[in-house]
């Protein structure tokens, strides 16, 4: 191997996503390319490389690098190139001239160890000072990793969050067990780390290979909604992941079991499998709900009949039979279940219900999964509803980094009634943490759509409750005359039933436009999106339109039309700032969505009077700012919130001018236009075109292949999840077990 040493000059060209790069390396003797995996290159670095010299036949001589080192550079110059490039937060061009102007060729040891001296410098305070320091020593640090994992395949922004995990252990944890990478990054996932694994040396058949293997089937079910998995399966998906015997998978499956990470659990003739939090949060929605459902409560002592009158006549409202039955079960069982399709009345009831407990005196508390459900449940009450997440109050663990809800049976929430709505978004683990923070007598009423698409996260709940015949149902069922006015309502119901909708009549709010093409389908979506709509209906074409797709790939998926829709409606202009990442463009003014929960990120008012945290996963923003000298992006939510983004937390955003089905659950836009197109049959379901079409408040626009809307409407086949929720409560319910 040969060493060289220089300055990069000029980057050719550099891949994102793998780190190969073609750059020029200046030194004292010549001008080199230099080509091989350096992520983290920049203009005016100074290096040391290691590898050989190659013939290429069309580029000619070049030297292909196999590791690389920086150098820090001597001269000023160098210096300055380095400070310039970019690489550290906090210093632009302009900063860096200041500082190697004042401090010439002891500028990066006085960074290095003496910082505090950069205050000297004019523009550096203390919070810039910190940013600078903090930027200088992660810079360090994340190269020697980047140097060490790049041979593996793992990009630099994998190799910044395996960084962010372990800090400076990380070489020491992935050559001592590559496969935590899976167990704690997100989106490094078990092959990776078995390629890693197998790179090292670790032994195919190893007992640690195999249980990562099975663990890392028992996660990918997850993904499906199943909160286990029959042995049998698992161990048919752990035989394609790992390329082993079965009887080497079921020593492991029994070892994991012994170890705690799974539960094994029989009915019947079938071993059931769980991940061990799935076990736990699975028997404890159920032995909660049986024990909330059991409980003694304050009886309020009133006339039902009478405070219903009363109530009807006060807002000149007419309840109907079911709603009428669905406020008196509310306060007389400890735990009811109220669901319905649109128009049938749910926000109309669930308001009756807290006026007549607030007027009894009894504090209610409303809640729901998302940040925008929870908005839309405060708007239809009058009334401050929070995300469950807020609800439940999302701290630190005593000693822990580790995040976790504070309110729980030591110290639950303090209500009489609590009312949950989108109950249908509520995945097993996060009911589970719900109801343990439910003290005992307080009562309880879910609400929800048990047509809609199940939670994201895995478990049945809602429907898994209505079938177990445990808890009170009442399900609303009367549309009501207004509401059969709306042809977004009535199409609904006809989805539901499998029948042929009401298209295109004059005067209403149900539309199809008939596309064969993908093409001529996207140019028709992104030409009524931002002229024909916005100019007819008078709606601001990115707040009030809303385009929703089945899928995320395809060529009239979520990602190809964010692209022609940012294109026409959000044009790049002279002075609208954007930055590239990750073969995406993010420019001011674009329409964003958080895709991840984030508990700790922070946020402000634009006039700083008002603060908080939490951005959640489905919120959508604006960016209305992007600070290239300082790597971040600042996006505006809900028209209050100000949270800036640093560059290398940009995966937490999305565009959002589309946006797929599932995510826009628990949400609703004043119109809504879909694509109806091919896609696999899974994503070309009833309940899917349901949940899409429920989102729109006055408009509703179709566009594509009326076979394919057919093919929806008739396709009822929904994918079967392995949940034991409804069984376990039917079970407890026959053994007529009272839980202390």
């Keep these: 191997m040969e060493r060289l040493e220089g300055m990069i000059s000029d980057i050719v060209f550099k891949n994102e996503e793998n780190g190969y790069t073609i750059a020029h390396l200046a030194n004292s003797m010549d001008d080199i390319v230099i080509v091989g995996c350096m992520p983290t290159l920049s203009v005016g670095e100074s290096i040391e490389v290691e590898g050989k010299w190659v013939n290429h036949k069309t580029y000619g001589t070049q030297f292909e690098v196999s590791k690389f080192m920086p150098v ?9 190139a380095y400070l310039a490039s970019g690489m550290i937060h906090g210093i632009g061009e302009k900063m860096a001239k200041r500082i190697v102007d004042k401090f010439g060729v002891s500028t990066l040891d006085i960074i290095q160890n003496n910082p505090e001296r950069l205050e000297e410098v004019e523009g550096i305070g203390g919070k810039k000072l910190k940013q600078i320091v903090k930027s200088y020593e992660e810079n360090r640090e994340l190269r020697n990793i980047i140097i060490e994992l790049s041979p593996y395949g793992i990009t630099p922004n994998y190799c910044l969050k395996i960084y962010k995990k372990y800090k400076n252990k990380s070489i020491e944890v992935i050559n001592k067990n590559p496969y935590k990478l899976a167990e704690d990054i997100r989106g490094i996932g078990f092959k990776i780390a078995d390629e890693i694994a197998n790179k090292i040396g ?10 990562q293997g099975i663990l890392y089937a028992l996660n990918q079910s997850l993904g499906s909604g199943h ?30 079991a012994y170890d705690q990470k799974i539960h094994l659990e029989q009915l019947n003739n079938q071993q059931l499998i769980y991940l061990m939090p799935y076990y736990m949060s699975e028997n404890g929605v159920c032995k909660q709900i049986i024990k909330l459902s059991q409980c003694e409560f304050d009886d309020l002592n009133i006339d039902i009949d009478e405070e219903i009158r009363s109530l009807e006549k006060e807002e000149n409202i007419k ?93 639950p929430i303090n209500a009489d009634v609590i009312i949950l709505d989108e109950v249908s978004m509520v995945d097993v683990l996060l009911m589970y943490s719900m109801l343990r923070a439910i003290k005992p007598g307080t009562r309880v009423i879910l609400v929800g759509d048990s047509d809609q698409l199940p939670s994201v996260g895995a478990g049945n709940v809602l429907k898994d409750i209505i079938e177990s015949n445990v808890i009170n149902v009442v399900k609303l069922n009367e549309i009501f ?44 979506i992104v030409e009524i999106v931002s002229e024909r709509l916005p100019k007819f209906y008078k709606l601001d074409k990115l707040k009030d339109i809303q385009v929703l797709a089945s899928m995320r790939k395809g060529d009239v998926g979520v990602t190809n039309l964010n692209m022609a829709l940012q294109k026409s409606l959000n044009k790049p202009e ?106 696999p049959p899974m994503l070309l379901s009833r309940n899917l075109l349901y949940t899409a079409v429920t989102r729109a ?35 407890f319910k026959q053994e007529g077990l009272l839980l202390k």
């Design 319 to 411: 309840l109907a039979n079911n709603q009428v039955l669905a406020v008196k079960e509310a306060i007389n069982t400890g735990v009811l279940v109220i669901t319905g399709g649109p128009g049938t009345g749910k926000t109309t009831t669930i308001n009756t219900i807290i006026k007549i407990f607030e007027n009894n005196k009894k504090k209610v508390v409303l809640a729901a999964p998302t940040g925008r459900a929870a908005k839309r449940m405060s708007e239809t009450s009058q009334r401050e509803a929070k995300t469950i997440h807020r609800l439940l109050e999302m701290g630190f663990a005593t000693d822990s980094d580790d995040l976790m809800f504070l309110k729980n049976e030591e110290d």
């Design 481 to 524: 005359r207004q509401a059969q006015e709306s042809m977004i309502v009535v199409n609904a119901h006809k989805i539901n039933k499998g029948e042929p909708l009401f298209l295109n009549s004059k005067g209403k709010d149900f539309f199809f436009i008939r596309k064969n093409t993908n093409e001529e389908i996207i140019d028709e």
């Design 697 to 731: 408040k006055k408009l509703v626009v179709l566009v594509g292949d009326v076979k394919y809307l057919e093919y929806m409407i008739k396709n009822n086949r929904t994918n079967d999840r392995y949940s034991n929720l409804a069984n376990k409560l039917n079970k």
């Design 72 to 80: 820090i550079p001597s001269s000023l110059e160098g210096i300055y």
């Design 574 to 679: 002279k002075f609208k700032v954007e930055e590239n990442f990750a073969k995406r463009i993010f420019r001011v003014g674009d329409k964003v969505m958080q895709i991840k929960n984030n508990y700790t990120k922070k946020w402000e008012s634009e006039d700083r009077k008002d603060s908080g945290e939490g951005i959640y996963n489905g919120d959508i923003g604006y960016i209305y700012h992007i600070d290239k000298e300082n790597k971040k992006v600042h996006v505006l939510f809900d028209q209050v919130k100000i949270v800036d983004y640093t560059y290398d937390e940009l995966d937490e955003l999305d565009h959002s001018f589309c946006t797929t089905i599932h995510k826009s659950q628990g949400s609703e836009f004043p119109v809504v236009v879909i694509p109806i197109t091919w896609a």
């Design 202 to 211: 670790i032994d195919k058949y190893s007992d640690d290979r195999i249980c």
């Design 227 to 256: 909160t286990y998995l029959p042995k049998s399966i698992l161990i048919q998906e752990a035989k394609k992941i790992l390329d082993v015997e079965a009887s080497m998978i079921d020593n492991c499956i029994m070892a994991l």
